[in-house]
């Protein structure tokens, strides 16, 4: 059980086109999925939390305008990075928490690699 | 603000060796705690955690961590490493009241034959 997980696992485009990552949960429902980056051997950065329903609540320092994020299920979130650019380029993971447990414990999918040219 | 320090950023050992790879918390109580594996181009697995029940948590492939408080520390041990035990590990706690996880920098183990 609680499987995560995130299409596409890696993707190229070029510099100022927009890229759409997306976070599923399988088999649970997720009341707040989150969104990390990891620069190359570097730990995670939380980027925004997403919860059901409502607008995404984005950590300090990014924009919420370049990433947009859209949860529009209790099992799909979604992140676009809107007109990417090559420091852009990083690897995307989502995490989700299960609505029925109250608990701190968040499922991670496998990531998605961005490559912009 | 709770924070965890993983004070090796690189560990080796060989095969059939204990492992160890230390953390230490910042807390003004007792936190939760994670411990999470990443292994090469693949998603976050948890591979323990310690929420006050017991301080000795055993996780998944053998590994487990205990939580000493006189120490702020719960660093996580495996009595015989397996090649497969390779990748990157996490110590984790909770941030926010509990709504985040703010993640350590991460311990490269590398085992060699």
């Known amino acids: 059980g609680a499987v995560v997980s995130q299409h596409p696992s890696w993707v190229i485009c070029k510099s100022g086109t927009s890229v759409k990552i997306e976070c599923r949960s399988l088999d649970f429902q997720a009341t707040t999925m989150f969104w990390y980056r990891q620069f190359p051997k570097q730990s995670l950065m939380l980027m925004a939390t997403s919860n059901e329903g409502s607008k995404a609540t984005y950590e300090q320092g990014v924009e919420k305008d370049k990433f947009l994020i859209n949860h529009a299920s209790l099992t799909l979130s979604t992140l676009t990075v809107t007109s990417a650019h090559p420091e852009d380029s990083s690897f995307y993971i989502c995490s989700a928490r299960e609505l029925r447990l109250a608990e701190e414990t968040q499922y991670f999918g496998p990531g998605t690699r961005l490559l912009v040219l | 603000a709770q924070s965890v320090t993983q004070l090796d950023s690189h560990v080796s050992v060989s095969e059939g060796t204990p492992v160890l790879l230390r953390c230490n918390y910042s807390s003004s109580y007792s936190p939760s705690l994670f411990w999470y594996v990443q292994h090469p181009n693949k998603g976050l697995q948890l591979l323990l955690k310690y929420t006050s029940a017991a301080t000795l948590v055993k996780g998944i492939n053998g590994f487990e961590a205990e939580f000493k408080k006189s120490e702020t520390s719960f660093h996580l041990t495996k009595p015989s490493a397996h090649m497969s035990d390779a990748a990157e590990y996490f110590c984790?706690?909770?941030?926010?009241?509990?709504?985040?996880?703010?993640f350590g920098t991460g311990t490269q183990l590398k085992v060699e034959l």
């Open positions: 984790v706690v909770p941030t926010g009241g509990g709504n985040k996880l703010t």
